[in-house]
């Protein structure tokens, strides 16, 4: 089928729904050991050591030796024999293959093993060494018919909650965010001979709808519960599963509240260490400047705020201004006000996309252009144009940037993930317009896809809810190459991510103005 581009307006409006579809970014983008201190701390009982190669390169090493006893830690029973299953996977040979389990397209991936688990046969058609038979599962969060909801010989039912409030008055399709899925399921047989079922529900950007759409999830009898961005809705969330007993990998959130609770794992840095990330950079660009901060009025969204105002404090940073503004304010001429009286030379704007692009679109209006620090979406930039570029925006992410077909500079430490990622998208989706103001969030979407679905091959034929927990929580390595180090062990069990990525607008080589990285995996 031929490619037809959205006209630009259709483009806006799909970029505006996928704003909370495709940043599913569950896994991939950041990680090794989150923060603040209360994260760093190293457990007192780890729970699992792995063995990867080195940083940059895909990896699907989850290791812990054959035969030593497994430390005992939360949602454990004591040290058991582990017994470690390898398993190696072949080429591929095609750019559209599924990348869960290989390196890139068309090579070999590293073999695979994981502590605790029977033969693990990865998909792409590899051959395992026979094993005689799986051992217990360190974990012990889940009863036995808890265990096994979701997951079948031939199948692995996962569901997402999302805001999805636009996704059909917009013109968008939730299998756009399906793809790397479709194209593991037909390329590869899906993981370990089980194919992959991901469905969602609409959270609406809201916290007591957002336990509604987890609540129908876990109705579909789902292996695991995942969560988009949200800052407000994944705390509720978090509460909900605790009672449900219910799997949930979750995107950035606070780590307040979330004392106890057992059920939630994130693999991406909390929003205290992205407020940490922000004032880092500020300390790297704009020592000297006066800051403003124009943030969330949410106590959900308040941590990271304090996070970056104790780090600028350490770095010598000045803060003369703070103004909170509720969600989806709509103007922001009092704000704007604020921080011209105030001279402020840098805004951080501590807000969603859709919301920092109307802040910016309303200062230029108002012939104000400091230097403004925020999260680095395309629509933000390709929205503004020229006026992302005067001067350029800076931004901290926890997933990569992405510009369709550009291989150079800090896109080539991954452009195998971007060339795999765009292949995908022709085989399956050709329509999908990558190079418009979405095509940023489906990489980001498919990239943890991606790094998801190497952690559930390593939990093997065997698998089950709480060989998965054992498999996530003893992880460290990089699971593809667009992604930082994940190190579960390093960190308090649940929370494996502490590095963020620095971006600055530019004009790409098509001639729209997206982010490129500039520092990537920048630790505390």
């Known amino acids: 089928m031929p490619h037809r581009p959205r006209r630009p307006a259709q483009r806006h409006r799909r970029a505006a729904a996928l704003l909370g579809l495709a940043a599913l970014s569950v896994v991939a983008a950041c990680s090794s050991a989150p923060a603040p201190d209360v994260l760093s701390a190293p457990r007192s009982t780890p729970l699992g050591t792995a063995v990867v190669g080195a940083q940059g390169q895909p990896v699907l090493d989850a290791t812990a030796p054959a035969g030593s006893a497994a430390p005992t830690g939360p949602a454990t029973g004591p040290g058991v024999p582990t017994g470690a299953a390898t398993s190696s996977v072949g080429p591929t040979g095609r750019p559209s293959a599924s990348a869960a389990v290989q390196a890139g397209a068309g090579t070999r991936a590293p073999a695979a093993t994981v502590a605790g688990g029977g033969t693990t046969p990865a998909s792409g058609g590899g051959t395992a060494a026979a094993a005689a038979g799986p051992a217990p599962a360190r974990s012990t969060l889940f009863t036995a018919g808890e265990d096994s909801i979701g997951i079948t010989p031939t199948s692995l039912r996962m569901c997402a909650h999302a805001a999805l409030t636009y996704g059909k008055a917009f013109n968008t399709d939730t299998d756009d965010l399906n793809v790397f899925w479709t194209a593991l399921n037909a390329e590869s047989n899906g993981i370990n ?12 950007y809201s916290p ?11 109705s579909k009898k789902i292996f695991m519960l995942l ?14 599963v605790e009672r449900s007993h219910t799997l949930y990998l979750h995107h950035s959130a606070t780590v307040e509240g979330s004392a106890g609770q057992r059920y939630s794992f994130s693999e991406l840095p909390t929003v205290e260490r992205l407020g940490e990330g922000f004032a880092q950079l500020a300390a790297s660009k704009f020592r000297g400047k006066r800051i403003g901060i124009i943030e969330r009025d949410s106590a959900n ?67 104000y252009s400091p230097n403004i620090m925020a999260f680095p979406f395309n629509l933000t930039t390709q929205t503004l144009g020229d006026d992302a570029l005067g001067p350029p925006l800076d931004g901290v992410a926890m997933y990569p940037a992405y510009s369709r077909g550009d291989y150079s500079g800090t896109f080539a ?23 418009g103001a979405g095509g940023d969030l489906l990489f980001l979407n498919w990239t943890a896809q991606k790094a998801l679905a190497v952690q559930l091959a390593l939990c093997g034929k065997d698998c089950t809810r709480n060989r998965f927990v054992d498999v996530l929580t003893g992880y460290r390595g990089t ?46």
């Open 193 to 204: 001979g089980r194919k992959v079922e991901v469905t969602y529900e609409n959270d609406n």
């Open 208 to 218: 007591d709808t957002a336990v509604q759409a987890a609540t129908t999830c876990v």
């Open 227 to 240: 969560g988009g961005i949200g800052f407000d809705q994944i705390p509720a969330v978090r509460n909900y």
């Open 301 to 367: 969204w308040k941590p990271g705020v304090t996070a970056f105002k104790a780090a600028a404090a350490r770095y010598g940073l000045t803060v003369v201004a703070d103004v909170a503004v509720p969600a989806s304010a709509g103007n922001y001429t009092g704000p704007i006000t604020t921080m011209k009286n105030a001279n402020v030379d840098v805004v951080w704007i501590w807000l969603n996309a859709l919301e920092s692009t109307q802040v910016i679109k309303q200062m230029k209006a108002q012939l």
């Open 413 to 435: 430490s991954y452009a195998d993930d971007m060339k795999q990622f765009e292949g995908q998208y022709a085989r399956y989706r050709p329509n999908a317009d990558l190079s």
């Open 479 to 524: 699971p593809t190459s667009s992604a930082c180090p994940i190190d579960f062990p390093g960190s308090d069990g649940y929370r494996g991510a502490n590095q963020v990525t620095f971006m600055s607008s530019y004009r790409a080589p098509g001639g729209a103005v997206n982010w490129r990285e500039t520092r990537k995996c920048v630790a505390p």
